[in-house]
């Protein structure tokens, strides 16, 4: 079968890989549609490191059942996403509490596929049965592949328990800035404010109704402006959406006192913190990765409830032999794309 693996610093390439083989346990899957992450791009850019290098990628996705292994209620033809985190074990202390991305003993493997880290961007996909969740009929294959994503960023605001009308403020208009101001809004925010440098993401998120007003990263009066905006008074959250020093430090000085912002974007590169404003200003500063498995699981269901619309920030379709020309589509800081997707051809 065919799948995308990182060879090197900014290289990705399509290769031929071993078929999954059925051992009664693993859901084989074939592969239908596959979201292009950030954090691909990021193990795309650091290619050369060992962490990287020779990882297939690809864990936004819609997939249908090839083979159940060890799930009774699922057969072949059935449609399915799955959650792309190591299967926990069910046994140690944060499983006992349901706090399954926490496992102390999960099994390894992005995916877990049984012979090491393989992601979804290939023909078949094998994974463990208790990360397979069914979708409903009326949800697309793109909409599934934009759960995970999705669900980070609902995880990440519903926890801040944002009080109806107080003022968020988002760094960075890709997926993750994009999904954290709908979320935000979603959940009673009065007033959200975003920051972009590129100006086709930014102006976006304005006409989509994601947010309420829309600020240039690069003006150099830009920490009034987001004062100005709040009164004079700051703003109650943040979520930073991009992973740079620059953005965190504006998040300080545009919050209240006691704000609380949350890091949510990465970056290959130390991020770095003024304490001076940091220690003054006092905020609480929180890091958010991933979702529970709940979480994961509502997440499907408001999509297809359709109260929550994720295809407004859908981009457009590649073919898996031109993934290199995606990436780096993706990587451009003027790209007027926010979430490509993949489509591995329908039987």
């Not at 290289?11 to 059925?22: L, T």
């Not at 913190?273 to 006092?282: D, H, V």
Request: aromatic share 8%; hydrophobic share 35%; with cysteine.
């Amino acid at each position: 079968m065919k799948g995308a693996i990182i060879t090197g610093a900014k290289k990705i390439e399509v290769q031929d890989f071993p078929m999954p083989e059925s051992d009664g346990y693993h859901v084989i899957t074939r592969v239908e549609t596959v979201g292009i992450c950030g954090s691909d791009l990021h193990f795309w850019d650091l290619g050369d490191l060992p962490a990287h290098k020779f990882t297939r990628v690809g864990h936004e996705h819609s997939l249908v059942v090839v083979d159940p292994g060890a799930r009774t209620d699922l057969k072949p033809g059935d449609r399915v996403t799955s959650i792309p985190l190591p299967a926990p074990c069910g046994k140690c202390g944060p499983c006992l509490e349901h706090k399954f991305d926490r496992c102390e003993n999960r099994e390894t493997g992005v995916g877990n596929f049984p012979n090491g880290p393989a992601g979804s961007m290939a023909e078949y996909f094998a994974t463990a049965p208790s990360l397979v969740r069914k979708i409903p009929d009326s949800m697309s294959n793109e909409e599934a592949a934009m759960v995970e994503p999705c669900a980070t960023l609902y995880s990440a605001v519903k926890r801040q328990r944002i009080l109806t009308g107080e003022k968020v403020l988002v760094f960075g208009g890709g997926i993750i800035g994009s999904f954290a101001a709908q979320w935000a809004k979603y959940f009673g925010a009065g007033y959200v404010a975003m920051v972009e440098v590129n100006k086709f993401r930014g102006e976006k998120n304005l006409k989509d109704g994601n947010i309420d007003e829309l600020f240039d990263g690069a003006d150099p009066e830009l920490v009034p402006k987001l004062l100005k905006a709040t009164g004079g008074k700051g703003f109650d959250f943040a979520f930073e959406c991009t992973g740079q020093s620059v953005p965190i430090n504006t998040a300080v000085l545009a919050c209240k006192i006691g704000a609380v912002i949350t890091m949510i974007g990465s970056s290959d590169k130390p991020a770095q913190l003024n304490l001076i404003p940091a220690l003054y200003k006092r905020p609480t500063l929180k890091f958010h990765l991933c979702y529970s498995f709940d979480e994961f699981d509502e997440v499907i269901q408001l999509i297809a409830d359709k109260k929550i619309d994720v295809m407004r920030h859908y981009s457009c379709d590649w073919k898996l032999e031109d993934i290199q020309k995606a990436y780096e589509e993706l990587k451009k800081p003027d790209s007027d794309k926010v979430k490509i997707m993949v489509q591995f051809p329908r039987k």
